[in-house]
């Protein structure tokens, strides 16, 4: 897989991670734009560095609300602190 092709996917994981979690990364990120915009791509960048992304996918399919995010994930303290529930 192409480094934009494993960004891209990576940045659809960590949305669909969120999302399922109701983390708003949209509004974190409009709310302070220097610093979010940074956090989120380290966010992305190690989501891309994920030997899990294949299990993370799988999970995704198969649960439309997470509580937490997994163990395994690169981005887990950061997805659990930004919970809004």
Request: a negative charge; one cysteine or more.
């Amino acid at each position: 897989m192409g480094f934009f092709a494993k960004i891209d996917k990576s940045v659809d994981l960590m949305n669909g991670l969120a999302e399922r979690m109701d983390v708003d990364l949209t509004a974190q990120i409009l709310a302070n734009p220097d610093t979010a915009a940074q956090t989120y791509r380290s966010m992305v960048m190690a989501c891309s560095g994920c030997s899990a992304q294949d299990a993370c996918t799988k999970l995704q399919a198969t649960h439309a609300h997470l509580d937490q995010a997994p163990d395994y994930c690169r981005n887990r303290a950061a997805l659990n602190g930004a919970r809004t529930n």
